[in-house]
């Protein structure tokens, strides 16, 4: 157990973290998403598939469209090849090769709805499948239409979080920092942080979390314009009072983040989570500055890349050390 936390050990835990006491791994992962797997239900009825579209990257998201439409029309292709290419007028029968891929590209213009008239189906088990081709074409394109707007409409906070916590000098004692900001041209006002933290301590032999509200020095700031460095002071209120780097290097920490902010565009309320354990936390250190003025000095030049940056810093003697 960690040095100082024995004096804390006696306040009472937040009850309404969301988490177990005995609950294993990160609670969230850097993503924002909880790090849960769920058993008991069949993977149809687990995942919502809107939901894991929706939330997929961008080139994952593009990726599994087109994997998916050439997979569907090679699909295709192979049943009206079995058919029988009779079946089809307008086909190149030079050699089997050229034969399929004319076959794919019809299956892909049936798909589609386009119907150069090329190739047209010839016999009722070929327009059978054309049909229901084009009329699972045309499903899987409304499909698909929902799903681009759905991710373009859906309003984010776009926030970037820094990789890294510090542990650096503040006022007169030392403070928890990491920092955050918008990195797309939207306009975010009445920002607010929650934190709060899981300690893993040992009681009676088991290991167990207790979570902890931490307290911010500036926990809401009227307009997100440029990074906002979120600090929570170390003193007697704070359950890392007394913290050694080797106890926070050796004590299983997560530090969980919440930001909320209104999206003035979307005329919407905007959520977006991360966390940092004790891997992620440096201690002795103090971000550098990541704006700047710009040649003419009539802008401000915010650099993104200068997010992780840190110096180290020097810290004063640990307070509240019982030893």
Not at 13 to 28: D, K, P
Not at 201 to 226: C, M, P
């Amino acid at each position: 157990m960690a040095r100082g936390f024995r004096q804390k050990i006696r306040q009472k835990n937040t009850e309404n973290s969301g988490f177990g006491s005995n609950a294993s791994g990160r609670f969230i992962n850097r993503d924002g998403l909880p790090n849960v797997k769920r058993k008991g239900v069949n993977v149809f009825n687990r995942l919502s598939w809107y939901h894991t579209m929706l939330n997929l990257s961008t080139f994952r998201f593009l990726s599994y469209l087109i994997i998916a439409y050439v997979l569907v029309n090679l699909l295709f292709a192979l049943i009206y090849y079995l058919i029988g290419v009779e079946h089809l007028t307008g086909i190149d029968k030079s050699d089997p090769l050229n034969e399929f891929i004319d076959v794919f590209f019809f299956s892909s213009q049936t798909f589609t709805t386009v119907g150069y008239g090329r190739i047209a189906p010839v016999g009722f088990m070929a327009s059978l499948v054309a049909t229901f081709e084009a009329f699972l074409g045309l499903l899987t394109f409304a499909i698909a239409t929902g799903l681009f707007y759905g991710r373009f409409s859906r309003p984010r906070a776009y926030l970037r979080f820094s990789d890294i916590a510090v542990v650096g000098p503040f006022q007169d004692g030392t403070a928890l920092m990491f920092r955050l900001a918008p990195y797309k041209n939207n306009a975010l006002t009445d920002a607010d942080v929650i934190l709060s933290t899981a300690i893993e301590v040992i009681e009676d032999g088991v290991a167990k979390n207790n979570f902890y509200r931490l307290d911010t020095h500036l926990s809401k700031i009227n307009t997100l314009a440029l990074n906002w460095t979120v600090v929570h002071k170390i003193d007697e209120n704070s359950p890392f009072y007394g913290f050694s780097e080797e106890d926070f290097k050796n004590t299983n920490i997560e530090i969980i983040v919440q930001v909320r902010a209104f999206d003035e565009v979307f005329s919407n309320t905007v959520v977006q989570r991360t966390s940092y354990v004790s891997k992620e936390i440096v201690y002795g250190a103090k971000f550098s500055l990541m704006y700047y003025p710009d040649n003419s000095d009539l802008t401000t030049i915010l650099d993104l890349d200068k997010i992780n940056d840190y110096q180290k810093a020097d810290l004063p003697a640990i307070a509240g050390d019982p030893e």
